[in-house]
């Protein structure tokens, strides 16, 4: 039977977190907070590394792409957000749809991978010290930081042309803040089934495939920490994976619940609470897990503020 209402679709209507106009104002201020949160924090780590020599190791050059790639996938949504708060339309167009739907994914595996590599540098650091400078080499960094970018974009590519596939009807408003891949297909009026299909096989293995590295990796760590005889180090090693672990757990957790599940069982209530957790607040709290928690951050952020604080007075002087 022939689909009487379908047409051609030229935007979409976001129609964000909440649609209670009592509710508007304090979710602009909150999330407009957590955004600058992100973006000054992430930033922050990204000048420290650059600007302080000793943090050119293999870990800081993961993490400042880490935090780049924080500031571009919040980037893709919550300024959109934020405008489309106080926007009568809350329109997005087809084109700017898939756009945002591109980079979403892109950032989104960029994140998962760059995660992977740094458990491989933990793995490489406390279970292989001493050759650890002959292993992790400057131009295997940049090996594991390019293939990093060409395979989020590859994947990004796949799931954004499968979207371009499906035909769109009269019903345009997505129950979202962005365009994400489920709300999507949910209001598609052909079938999602390939979309479905490779989310389930090619997403589980790009997800699953790099947190069962992880996984592994932190099984040999532990592994010989526990076999230490001194305290110390066993401390110092944990201490340093802890920062990593909590963000691979927070990260994980909630995109396997979202993603790695039926399409008739996705609730778009509990989809919108949960991709706002790793979507926004993980990208904000990594600056302050990961400096809070490091040693060589929190000294070159002080000795970064004490140069500040001397130039300053001279300048007055």
């Known amino acids: 039977m022939v689909n009487t209402n379908w047409t051609g679709v030229s935007h979409f209507v976001l129609l964000g977190i909440s649609t209670h106009p009592e509710e508007q104002i304090p979710l602009f201020l909150l999330f407009l907070l957590m955004y ?26 993961f993490l400042s792409n880490l935090a780049l790639a924080d500031i571009c996938f919040t980037s893709t949504t919550v300024p959109k957000m934020l405008q489309n708060i106080f926007s009568p339309t809350k329109a997005i167009s087809y084109m700017g749809c898939l756009t945002q739907t591109y980079f979403f994914i892109c950032f989104a595996a960029m994140e998962n991978f760059l995660l992977a590599v740094m458990a491989y540098d933990r793995y490489i650091a406390i279970c292989y010290p001493f050759r650890y400078p002959m292993i992790l080499t400057r131009t295997l960094c940049s090996q594991m930081v390019a293939l990093c970018h060409i395979l989020s974009h590859l994947h990004a590519l796949l ?28 209001i ?68 396997t619940w979202v993603y790695f599940r039926p399409l008739t069982s996705y609730s778009v209530t509990e989809g919108r609470i949960l991709t706002v957790m790793y979507t926004v607040v993980t990208p904000m709290l990594n600056p302050f897990i990961y400096s809070l928690r490091n040693g060589d951050v929190k000294g070159a952020f002080r000795k970064w503020i004490k140069s500040f604080c001397t130039a300053k007075a001279t300048m007055d002087n």
Request: charged share 5%; aromatic share 12%; net charge positive.
């Open 188 to 255: 598609s009026c052909s079938s999602p089934y390939l979309n479905t299909l490779m989310i389930h096989t090619e997403g589980v293995i790009v997800i699953n495939g790099a947190l069962a590295f992880i996984i592994a990796s932190y099984a040999h760590i532990i592994s010989v920490v526990l076999q230490s005889p001194s305290a110390k180090s066993k401390w110092r090693a944990f201490s340093t994976c802890g920062s990593h672990l909590t963000v691979v757990a927070i990260f994980y957790g909630t995109l």
């Open 159 to 186: 799931h954004t042309f499968l979207m371009g596939r499906l035909i769109f009807c009269a019903d345009n408003k997505i129950p979202h803040f962005f365009c994400d891949l489920y709300p999507l297909m949910k």
């Open 36 to 61: 600058a949160i992100n973006i000054s924090g992430n930033f922050a780590i990204i000048t420290l590394i650059i600007y302080t020599p000793h943090l050119h190791t293999p870990m800081y050059i």
